[in-house]
């Protein structure tokens, strides 16, 4: 999906000898970059101080030496490589906890989200759009809040488990909460909107004529499915896949509202480090790696797929 | 497609017309795909629910309970009950409007010039918005604190910006950018160029013919966009919880009281903010029906 925009007719490669007739078009074709540019600047700045400069400050940090800032005095940038082997060394148990949790949680999000966005795409008819909406429609409600809802729903005396429990179905000492298959199901929870997007997005758009065109080849129901709309759907999987693993792995509200501190993932490691303990630079550390796995993971995708695929930017909006 | 239709019909009455299958396997998508809606909503209604929980007096300020006695609405009069909760939303909505607003403005360009223009450095700023979304926010949140923390300590030109409301206000404003852009790129590349070229053979200068034209058929991306950008912004928990310092919004207020239990007023907002998404949502979906037709 990655092709030029259609506005290229002010194009014009460099060192092209233009016939005299055409000669104006290459100071048009100037003009159209400088036009480019001046409307491009302001975002592009703010982006660069507001995202790339951040990023670049928090690689600084994570080679300084620690303690420094919390005197207020300014970090002293020294190559200081040991924040990453103590970082790794300490967490690493941690960080693969997280890739971990967040990998079942990703693989279970595929698994509820593809049969339904499946169905809601070829057999939901005119009310497709009206069922799609009813899945969302719940994502309004603030991430904090809805995982709040699941200490309650999961509590060993809640929603669930309470009346399980006064007839006698579930044993008294049972419980849910707190383990963690509750942190999993609430990272499956939170980030279900996230595969079901892409997922639906890839899905309705495979000409149906292409499904009949292989029944009609004999293949079975099956066959078709597995070697017509699986493969049109991979754009779909894979932007589900990046989309619900990398945000799941970076988060520690499902494990600090559902977990305990056996559950502990990086995320809540890293914000103790800068906001509880204040050691910014073994901090930044922890942050860095966790941003190069990711980095691995979305450079792949970019590879696969572009940075401009649709199914990202229909996902997203 | 017809001529298949034709041929069955024709074949009918030679051979015996195979009764429709009708095997219960049939209704386990259909089933398993309410399911999932009834799943996907059931927090929603459990907070909805609790907001009219009857909270039993221990003397001490009210807090959730998990066990549910019907029914009160005392939660919903006494709405503006917990000033710090008070605070905390007036200070989400001071941050998102603005937040938003301003990142429509500066996101719009970038994706207009990203879906119109062929320029040295568009496949840079292509990966940069691309990274700005796929990174993970723990990540940009401690980054901008390290940098926040970096400006407060050096002062460079005497400029800082003091952890609080600003911080979360320029934190907001930097990655909702890339969202706006992306919404705004995606509608401008399914924008017929041709029309804004047939406006300019009618002698509309360019100006003219941005404003009269194509700014009209991008404009629902426009508005995507920043609705987009205001939901991120209210929702935002793990950015806002590195920048605030010792402010709160919505999200963080709430997180912070999840220790001791959470007042049934934060029920209440739940609910509130729950129905102005689906009021704002439905009422795009309107818009978009009635430009359908």
């Known amino acids: ?317 | 497609m017809s001529t298949v239709v034709v041929e069955d019909v024709v074949t009918i009455p030679e051979a015996p017309m195979r009764t429709p299958r009708k095997r219960w396997t049939r209704f386990i998508l259909p089933v398993f795909t309410i399911a999932m809606i009834v799943y996907l909503a059931f927090p929603v209604l459990v907070m909805i629910v609790y907001s009219f929980n009857i909270i039993p007096n221990t003397g001490e300020s009210e807090r959730q309970t998990t066990e549910f006695h019907c029914c009160t609405i005392v939660h919903w009069q006494e709405i503006f009950k917990v000033p710090e909760l008070n605070h905390a939303l007036a200070i989400s909505l001071a941050v998102a409007f603005p937040a938003a607003l301003i990142a429509t403005g500066l996101g719009t360009f970038v994706g207009l010039v990203l879906g119109r223009y062929r320029f040295r450095g568009r496949a840079l700023t292509n990966f940069v918005i691309f990274l700005a979304i796929a990174v993970p926010e723990i990540v940009l949140g401690s980054s901008l604190l390290a940098m926040f923390v970096q400006l407060g300590s050096s002062k460079p030109l005497g400029l800082y910006i003091p952890l609080g409301y600003w911080s979360i206000l320029v934190s907001h404003i930097a990655f909702s950018i890339a969202f706006v852009a992306i919404t705004v790129r995606a509608r401008v590349q399914g924008l017929d160029q041709s029309m804004e070229n047939a406006a300019q053979d009618l002698f509309a200068n360019p100006r003219v013919a941005f404003f009269r034209v194509t700014l009209p058929i991008i404009l629902p991306g426009i508005v995507a966009g920043f609705l987009l950008a205001l939901v991120l912004s209210l929702d935002d928990f793990v950015i806002t919880n590195f920048v605030k310092g010792s402010s709160s919004t919505f999200p963080t207020w709430v997180f912070g009281a999840t220790r001791l239990g959470v007042p049934p007023q934060v029920n209440v907002w739940g609910t509130v903010l729950f129905l102005a998404g689906v009021f704002a949502a439905g009422l795009q979906i309107l818009r978009a029906r009635g430009a359908e037709d």
């Open chain 1, 1 to 317: 999906m990655s092709q030029a925009p259609a506005e290229v007719e002010g194009h014009i490669p460099e060192g092209v000898e233009l016939p005299p007739a055409r000669q104006g078009e290459r100071a048009l074709a100037r003009r159209r970059q400088t036009a480019a540019y001046i409307q491009l600047a302001p975002g592009g700045i703010y982006m660069i101080l507001g995202f790339v400069l951040p990023l670049i400050i928090i690689v600084y940090t994570s080679l300084s030496t620690a303690g420094l800032f919390t005197t207020g005095g300014r970090s002293v940038f020294s190559w200081e490589w040991s924040n990453y082997t103590t970082a790794l060394s300490s967490y690493g148990d941690i960080y693969l906890r997280s890739l971990l949790y967040a990998g079942i949680a990703t693989a279970v999000c595929l698994g509820l989200a593809y049969p339904m966005a499946y169905w809601i795409a070829f057999y939901g008819g005119r009310w497709k759009s009206t069922l799609f909406m009813l899945i969302l429609v719940p994502f309004f409600v603030s991430f904090v809040i809805r995982t709040v809802q699941w200490n309650f729903i999961l509590g060993s005396n809640g929603l669930i488990f309470g009346p399980l429990k006064s007839l006698g179905l579930v044993p008294q000492d049972f419980t849910i909460l707190r383990t963690p298959v509750a942190v999993i199901a609430g990272i499956t929870y939170n980030f279900m909107p996230f595969a079901a997007l892409p997922l639906y997005v890839s899905l309705e758009r495979i000409d149906h004529r292409l499904v009949e065109a292989a029944k009609d080849l004999y293949a079975s129901k099956a066959t078709a499915f597995r070697k017509v709309v699986l493969p049109l759907s991979f754009p779909g999987i894979f932007a589900a896949i990046i989309l619900v693993f990398v945000p799941a792995t970076g988060d520690y509200v499902n494990s600090v509202v559902l977990g305990s501190p056996r559950t502990t993932m990086i995320g809540q490691v890293i914000q103790d480090f800068f906001l509880v303990r204040h050691e910014y630079p073994i901090a930044a550390a922890l942050s860095v790696i966790l941003m190069l796995g990711m980095l691995v993971i979305a450079v792949i995708y970019a590879r696969v797929l572009g940075t401009e695929d649709s199914t990202l930017a229909a996902a997203t909006a």
